[in-house]
Structure formats: structure tokens, C-alpha cells
């Protein structure tokens, strides 16, 4: 029921500050100005505190104080830029940083997750009954976590640990291009379950617990939606149209779609192609070679969805929306799995020592990846069922050559 | 009616003798040697005759003797080599080249097409009454007539010139990557009406007439199934299953699907989707941008489809067949049309320019698709729903600028 008094806005809060964070930040930023009937002006942005110096490259560089270092946070908050993550891209004034996270998210009715998968647990759980309950969030962290026990996608994670719903954004979407306004597209997935309007706020945190689910979209209406707090009508409503409001710009076009778990696994399971198409790629065999391998790994998305998400999974947002043939096509043309495998067999080397020589200390999504699906796939008896996947697994292992892909994935008839 | 006699093998003819046909060739004449219970040896293929000198650059060259020209078809047949248009590659020997185009077809039951465009009326013409009546065909060749008045598919102008079925295959493939066996996919569509069994032999042509239809594959059940002559039971049947022995390799991966006019229309609407992705790549976008136009341009060509196809046209077949999504890629990657957008944006030149210099005599087929297209879909009053295929005309044009085609092609809400 409505309560008396003004109409409330929504307050954005992005949990994140890395280069997609800024980005996001930036982008949302120019959105809830350009829709101040919905949306608070100013957008809070999660800076997980660091002491920076201003590099050389930098327009605010001053060779007098070049020793000095700045908190993050105070940075973006006086020059408008993340000379760290995101530099030589200004950002709205009104995007603020902020360096608790807690603080972050009060009052905030939008939270939007951008941060690297393995802080995920733990920063939820210090926002845990800190926020508003009837808050929503986007996951815009790519991956999900596979295990032999059952696939969560991160938007259940955070879903679960902060009791609220949250829906997922991925795309073709490398982020310094969308800081730099380059046109590009993405998709999110936002669908929440029917919600109890008369719930008392949850106390506790039930949800936070370790739970394994096959499919844990099937969780929802049963388990969870009923103890999912509406969003009091004081609140304009967050439907497709509005949450578009909040992500779409004339450089960043967004489709809505409903399906949570096909948008999530769309942004993990493209790496294990991409690993695919660079192993070709590398062989020396042609674009047609690359663009078969790149055709097989999308069926074979839409095949591992429909399989473990079968409830909510659509064909159409692995085949028809950015966060799956889009992805797909910017991943297999220059995305760093794509570049190491085809640097592996270019070199005659393994992954593994391409990683450690070329990636400076970081991983590749793409293997993990690969051994985790495969691992999800060997305990459900199905890795015939999915022979590209397969094969690049037994890549990685030795167990099988790169020459032999055209082999293994030809249908038998 | 099975007859008396010894069961009948198919024999087979391929229709053309350029890069892509002599390819087809080389694949074809492996595979009927693999299955001799279904095909006879000998594989005819037309050779359209001219007088050619070794080039220095064969391992036939002769010093003594290079000024002397031999018959190309002789040449086929003598070192297995088509020297003029699949150098260095050697065919197997039951490939038969013939420079009657009648003899080449008489007897066959399995006609391959792979004649440039422009040719297929005139060498239509020359066949007709002088082909097996329960003759079957398959249109290798890229592309559709598109007028003013409606879109006929070359598989149709064949079928109905010959009065006998004939089905697609395209796919992401480049001649020269198949001859050398990199490994490939393709699209084979092939599903004939049910057939008269006890029907004559058709006299006269009168499928031949110039007829134009919106949307062809309505006809064939009501006009001129009635009048298809079925395959003798001596035959072994033309099924699926046979239909795929007789091009799928283990380099050469093939999917049977139903949609002729899918098929089709993927090979001749993502030259219009590889012109978009030049241009935007040609500003200097990045990935994104490339992707999204490729993945906008792939929901325009189902959307054709659909819109004048719509007893036939699968989403699937643009979506997630090698004639479809594929193709896209390969085009988007380094085909001719991608390649002479992007350079015409880079130069500051018109595209027009860019053909006249760089392509030898040779036109692009993506303006020539893009301008018919264009011209068909003003007739149907429906330019605003196909807005990238309409941007491309437009920029092709002048009207509008590269720059543009976000905005052009942003969903309005």
C-alpha cells in the first residue's frame, strides 16, 4: 500500500571501482541525470581504499609532489577520475567514492555488483541486514562458480547472502571502449519473482549459508520469493523500462531479458570457446575453421543451459543477444584466452607457461573455467554430451591434440 | 514402381568450374569413392573451355614450352589440376572435366550447381529437356535475385527453369581454405515436396517463364510439385542421410536442415552485415561495436526472413547454422565487402572508389545486395524495419554518415 509523503527516488550504489566499475559508474551516473524523476543525482561508488601516486602519464601530474600518494577515493572525489583503473576518463561529478562499503549502500534501493568474482562473499556478507531490504541488485561480475555439487551463478550468490533479488548484466563489452563512449551493446537479465508486500523485514541471514544448487533459478519461487520484500510503493517502479533508464545510453544500447541464469552463463562458459577458437586459430587453419569452432561452443552453451537451467534457460539469449553470440564474436577476436591458446600452439607451448610468462601474474577465466565445467560435467555422466568443452579440457590436460578438435565434435550419425 | 534390373547408382555432375566449383569437385569425388554402393565413380564437372598457359609459379611449368596454351579441360584431366582457378591443388582422378555442359549433366541424377551468379539463366536454359526428368539439383552459389517486385532464390530460378527440385548449401566457407582441407562447415538445406511418381516426363519448359514471387516456397506445393518427377525406386533414396554422404568429409563438417530460403538468404543478406561491420571498424571502434553490429545485423536477416519467407524460414537457420551465424563471422573477419568498407572509411573514400582500385574488375556483391535490397524493401514500405540494412544503403548513399548508425539502428522505446 502507498504511505504517505513524497515521492521517493532510487539511490544507485555501484560496489566496485575497478576498470568495469568506473566504467559503470560513469555510465550510470549520465543516466540518473537524465532521469532525475526516477533516480537520486548523485551515484555512490565503492572504492576498496588504496594510496595511489599520480603517474607521469597523467594530466594531473606535477613533478613537485611526484613522491605523493592519494587515497583512491579522494581522488575520484576531487580530480573526477580513476587514475588507477580507469585513467584519462572523466567521470560525473556526480559519481562519489566512497570507501566504505557499508556507507556505500545505505539507503540505496539499487546495488550493482562489479566486483571481481572472489570478493563477492565477503563484501556481501559486511552488507548483510545493512542494506535496505527491499533493495535490488545487477550483477555485472562475469563468471559463475562451477562445482561438482552444482553450478551457482553469482547473481544467486549475492542474491542469497543479501536476501534480495538480483538479476545479471553481461555483454560484448570490453570496458575501456565503453568508457570511451565507442558504441556497444550489452544485455540484462532482471526478472524478479513476485514479492510478499506485508513481510517484516528478515532478520538473520538464512540465505547466506553454503547451498549447492543444480539449478538454482528452481530455488526461487519456492524457497525464496516469499520472504523477498517488495519494493514499497512510495518507490517508482523498477520495471524493464526503468531499469533500462539506468543502463541505456546513445554508446551503450541495452535488450531486457528475463533470463537470469542464460545471461550469466553466456559471460563464463564464452572463455572455454574462446580457448577453442585460439587453439584453431593458432593451427594455422582459417577463419572458416575459427568460425565453425565458434558456432559448435554456442550450441554447446545453449545445449549446458538448457540441461542444468532447463526452467529459464532461452536458446535465443545464447543465439540472439549480446551476452551470448555478441560475446562470443569479440572474445574469439582478440580476448586475452583467445590470444594465450593461440600463442600456445603458435609457440609450441603450454597455456600454463603462457599465462605465467605473458599475463604478469594474473589467470585465465578460460581454463579454470574448463576444468571446473568439466569436472560438473564428469560427475553428471555428460562430457560425450558436450565434445568441444570436452576437447578443450583434454587440450589443457595433454590428453589430446589441437589437430583432432574437427574429430571429436563431428556428430555421429 | 521398382523395375527389373540391377540397382542404380546416382552419378553425379558438378555444374562449374571455378574456385569454389572445382573445390566442390575435389570433395564430392572423395566421398563417392567412400560410398560406391550410392554413387558411380565418375564425377563430371563442366568446364566452361579456355585456353590457359602454365604459370611459372606449377610444378608443370616448362621452360621449352611456355608460351603453348593447352584446354583447361584437358589439363583436368590429364595432371588432375584446375592451374587456372584452384592452383596447387590436386583432384582426385575420377573428377571428369567436360567442356559440353549437356554431356556433363546426361544421365546424372545429381546436378551441383556452382556457377557464377550471372550464368545460371543462360547454362539453365541450355539444359533444360536434356536432364534426367527425376534429376535432383543443389545451388552452391551465393546469393538471391532481389527486384522491385519480389526476391526469387537461385535454388528456385534453377528448379524452375530444369522443372526439377533443387536445394542450397552455404556455409563459412572459403574455397581455397576447404580445397586445402582446413577444417570447415556447411549448410546443406534439401527437402523436396512429395513428388508424382507416375507423372511423364514434363515436355516443353514452361517453369522457365519469368515469374516473380514474394515468397517462392509457396509455390512448389501448389504449382509445381504435381509436376516433379519422383526418383525411380532403382535408386538408392535421396535422402538425408545420402544427401549428407555426399558432402560431408572429415574436413568438411555438414548439417542438413529443410530451409531452402534461409540458406539462401544468409549468403546474400550478411555481405549487407559485413559492409556495416567495415564501416564501423573502419572508425576505429573496437570489438564492441563490430559485435554488435554483426549480432543486430544477424536479427535483420532472420527479421527478412521471416517477414517474406514465413512458411519456410527458420530463426534457427541464421542463428545457429554455419550459412548463418557463421558466415557473418567469416565475412566480418577479412571477407572482400568487410575489407573494402573499412578502407573506404579509412581513406576518406566512397566504397565505389575503393572497388575500382583495389578489386580488379571485380564488384562487391554486398552493395549490389544492399541497393536491391534497399529497393525491394521501399516497395514493401518497409524500410524503417530493417534499420542497419537501411543505414547501409543510406551511407552507401550519402545520405547518412557511418557515424550514425548507433543511433540509426537504437530500439525505440
Redesign the interface.
Known sequence: MATLGAQKKHKVTIVGSGNWGTTMSKLVAENVKAHPDLFEEIVQMWVYEEEVPIPQSSKHYNPETANKTHKLSELVNTIHENIKYLPNITLPSNVVANPDVVDSCKNSTILIFVLPHQFIPRVCDQLADKIMPWARAICCTKGVDVGEKGIRLMSEAIGMRLNIYCGALS????AT??AQE????TTVAYDPPPMDSRAPTPKGSPASSQVDLISPSKAIPSARSARLKALPSEYPPLSH?NV?KLFHR??F?V?IVSDVAGVSLGGALKNIVALAAGF?DGLG????????V???G??EM?AFGKAFFADSVH??TF????CG???V??SC??GRNFRCAKMAIERGESIFEIERKELNGQKLQGTSTAYEVNSFLKTQGMEKDFPLFTAVYNILEGNVKPEQ???LI??K?
Not at 555483454?171 to 570490453?174: H, L, P, V, Y
Not at 565507442?182 to 551493446?185: A, N
Not at 543465439?319 to 549480446?322: G, H, I, L
Request: aromatic share 6%; glycine share 6%.
Open positions: 555483454g560484448a563489452n570490453i571502449e565503453i565507442k558504441y556497444s551493446e523500462e533500462r546513445p554508446y544500447h535488450r584453431v587453419w582459417g577463419d572458416n575453421a575459427k568460425a565453425a565458434m558456432r559448435v554456442i550450441l545453449v536458446t535465443s543465439t540472439e543477444e549480446s553470440v555478441a560475446d564474436v569479440t577476436m582478440g578438435i574437427p574429430d563431428e556428430p550419425q
